[in-house]
């Protein structure tokens, strides 16, 4: 390029050769070598990248950025393990409102997400009306993980492991709202919009039929390690090494109950009565 040539002149050809723009570190992350970055876009089609949605907490811990039909997610040193799932929130909600324009479904899903979200046109939202949209939308998802009603078979296991990093860090729902700073709630619509986000209908449907089959399974696995437990616990507190020795102390401990029962007066007296009733008397009635 010649020299002398403006920034305006050189924006315009690194566009024409296919860069749409540039990210940089800044100042303040260039001595770490990560950190937060600064964009400069070249097309300004592609200016959308501006549409920045940031995990808030303390700071920042992360931000998605969509520009030209791609998502750019960026985690900062203070992410943490929800950082992730609440950045891709934002994904699945962009994907769904490009996929809305050439798929049927994914247009009545949105529509009904919209609705959720209490949007009637999204167009004509404000940019700060369109991020408070996109944060509901990415705590509820965050919500919706944390409840571990996986929408799929296939997704149970990692829907489990989703649940444990979201508890570990807010506990229950109560701890994501105080994290966000405004109250989260995870009604059965939205589960079902979230649901059919991740899964097809047919899936779902095998996942609610399969639900009760998982929680006795779950419940009788708990049942059985509780069980152990107080096995051990009960050996340790009578001095046996094995369930075969606590079976007999057991038994031991049984009979020598009722030897001490069957001698007490009141036993007998109770023996007595049921004898003689058992005769076609009633010795306790006049």
Same mark, same amino acid.
């Given at each position: 390029?010649?020299?002398?040539?403006?920034?305006?002149?050189?924006?315009?050809?690194?566009?024409?050769?296919?860069?749409?723009?540039?990210?940089?570190?800044?100042?303040?992350?260039?001595?770490?070598? +990560?950190?937060?970055?600064?964009?400069?876009?070249?097309?300004?089609?592609?200016? +959308?990248?501006?549409?920045?949605?940031?995990?808030?907490?303390?700071?920042?811990?992360?931000?998605?950025?969509?520009?030209?039909?791609?998502?750019?997610?960026?985690?900062?040193?203070?992410?943490?393990?929800?950082?992730?799932?609440?950045?891709?929130?934002?994904?699945?909600?962009?994907?769904?409102?490009?996929?809305?324009?050439?798929?049927?479904?994914?247009?009545?899903?949105?529509?009904?997400?919209?609705?959720?979200?209490?949007?009637?046109?999204?167009?004509?939202?404000?940019?700060?009306?369109?991020?408070?949209?996109?944060?509901?939308?990415?705590?509820?998802?965050?919500?919706?993980?944390?409840?571990?009603?996986?929408?799929?078979?296939?997704?149970?296991?990692?829907?489990?492991?989703?649940?444990?990093?979201?508890?570990?860090?807010?506990?229950?729902?109560?701890?994501?709202?105080?994290?966000?700073?405004?109250?989260?709630?995870?009604?059965?619509?939205?589960?079902?919009?979230?649901?059919?986000?991740?899964?097809?209908? +047919?899936?779902?449907?095998?996942?609610?039929?399969?639900?009760?089959?998982?929680?006795?399974?779950?419940?009788?696995?708990?049942?059985?390690?509780?069980?152990?437990?107080?096995?051990?616990?009960?050996?340790?507190?009578?001095?046996?090494?094995?369930?075969? +020795?606590?079976?007999?102390?057991?038994?031991?401990?049984?009979?020598?109950?009722?030897?001490?029962?069957?001698?007490?007066?009141?036993?007998?007296?109770?023996?007595?009565?049921?004898?003689?009733?058992?005769?076609?008397?009633?010795?306790?009635?006049?």
């Amino acid at each position: 390029m010649a020299s002398g040539s403006s920034d305006k002149e050189a924006s315009l050809a690194l566009n024409k050769a296919g860069i749409k723009g540039i990210k940089y570190l800044d100042g303040n992350s260039r001595f770490a070598g +990560e950190g937060s970055y600064n964009y400069v876009v070249f097309d300004d089609e592609a200016i +959308e990248v501006l549409n920045t949605y940031y995990q808030q907490q303390e700071g920042p811990h992360g931000q998605v950025a969509f520009s030209d039909g791609q998502s750019i997610i960026s985690l900062f040193q203070s992410a943490d393990r929800s950082t992730l799932l609440h950045e891709m929130g934002h994904v699945f909600f962009e994907n769904l409102r490009q996929m809305a324009g050439t798929n049927e479904k994914a247009s009545a899903d949105l529509q009904e997400f919209y609705d959720w979200l209490e949007v009637e046109d999204w167009d004509a939202l404000a940019p700060e009306e369109r991020t408070e949209a996109h944060e509901k939308f990415a705590r509820t998802f965050e919500a919706y993980l944390m409840n571990g009603e996986a929408p799929s078979v296939g997704l149970k296991r990692v829907f489990a492991t989703f649940r444990k990093w979201l508890v570990d860090l807010y506990r229950n729902i109560r701890g994501l709202s105080s994290d966000a700073g405004q109250e989260i709630t995870l009604s059965d619509d939205a589960k079902d919009l979230f649901a059919r986000l991740l899964a097809t209908d +047919e899936e779902i449907e095998q996942a609610r039929a399969l639900a009760g089959y998982h929680t006795a399974v779950d419940a009788t696995a708990e049942s059985l390690v509780k069980h152990a437990e107080a096995d051990d616990t009960a050996k340790a507190k009578v001095g046996v090494s094995s369930k075969a +020795e606590l079976r007999e102390r057991r038994k031991a401990l049984t009979k020598q109950v009722r030897e001490e029962l069957e001698q007490s007066p009141g036993y007998r007296a109770l023996f007595a009565m049921q004898k003689a009733k058992d005769k076609g008397g009633d010795q306790g009635q006049r």
